[in-house]
């Protein structure tokens, strides 16, 4: 399993960017997959997540109404649009996929339903 973000960057506040994970390995159509963030200093916290058929989405209240999970099942990607972009939004976002046995299940927002996870993009908000 392999997971490629790419997309972030510098941008200043109520900007916007496109996330994007590229991933390889596994059947994507089959699991959900999340976006978790983790700021300087802090831990990690889950964004956004996305049902493997899409029908279902879950984002943090931090995020709701700015940021849009999505995916392209044909493409093997999965994105997030994030407007309106805030200084605390600043930090590394990383792209996950839950373990190979969980299989057509909604794994929610919890890291530890997590097993595989991408390298992480860095995005940064200036006021």
């Known amino acids: 399993v392999q997971l490629q973000a790419s997309g972030g960057g510098l941008v200043q506040a109520g900007g916007s960017l496109r996330l994007s994970c590229a991933a390889s390995?596994?059947?994507?159509?089959?699991?959900?997959m999340a976006w978790f963030r983790q700021a300087p200093g802090k831990g990690r916290e889950g964004v956004a997540s996305i049902s493997n058929s899409g029908d279902t989405k879950y984002y943090a209240d931090s995020v709701k109404g700015r940021f849009t999970i999505s995916r392209d099942n044909a493409r093997n990607t999965v994105h997030l649009q994030m407007n309106s972009l805030k200084p605390e939004d600043t930090a590394v976002y990383y792209c996950?996929?839950?373990?190979?046995?969980?299989?057509?299940?909604?794994?929610?927002?919890?890291?530890?339903?997590?097993?595989?996870w991408g390298q992480g993009t860095q995005v940064t908000v200036s006021s």
């Open positions: 996950a996929a839950p373990p190979l046995n969980r299989l057509n299940a909604y794994t929610g927002l919890r890291p530890y339903e997590y097993e595989y």
């Open positions: 390995g596994f059947g994507l159509e089959d699991y959900s």
